[in-house]
């Protein structure tokens, strides 16, 4: 009996920064695939706060833990079109989380377009466990440049992360 073919996901976002949502993604990620390749987007239309090289460092160290034993994880950079990123990591499916209607909307039209880019792939959309729903990184951003406590949101060493970089930008 020969080796059934490897399912290979892709989670994309710019990740700027991790939160407990995409985390929560990522854990019912792996139960779908047998390897998810977890892609860091470069985005010149955002500013981020984390360089690509941090993003891909929190990435790593917070997505390392959330395999479980179901499926390979591995994070990558990429500053291409989505589904020719997906394409040439060998990609059957594009995981995204959603939160909102408004996310649907976007996330509508970008399936769209894909799929007439590339009929191949599949976008498959997880929902947000209502506890994150809230949780956006741009709000997670402004909080911390605020002073607000984000350990809600994040991790223990991202919100370290962020109240450490504000500090350093009002400077």
Known sequence: MT?????????PGTFDPVTLGH????????????????GVATNSTKEPMFT???????????????????????????????????????????????????????EFQMVAMNQRLNTEIETVFLMADPRHQAIASRLVKEISRLGGDVSAFTTPAIAAALVQRSLKNKD
Request: proline share 2%.
């Open 52 to 106: 690509l090289d941090e993003r891909l460092a929190m990435m790593r160290r917070e997505a390392a833990p959330l395999a479980e034993g179901r499926a390979t994880i591995e994070v990558q950079a990429f500053d291409m079109l989505l589904v020719k990123f997906a394409a040439h990591i060998g990609a059957s499916v594009i995981i995204r989380g959603l939160r909102a209607v408004s996310d649907f909307e976007y």
């Open 3 to 11: 080796n059934p073919k490897k399912r290979v996901g892709l989670y």
């Open 23 to 38: 985390l929560d993604i990522i854990k019912r990620a792996v139960k779908l695939v047998d390897h998810l390749v977890i």
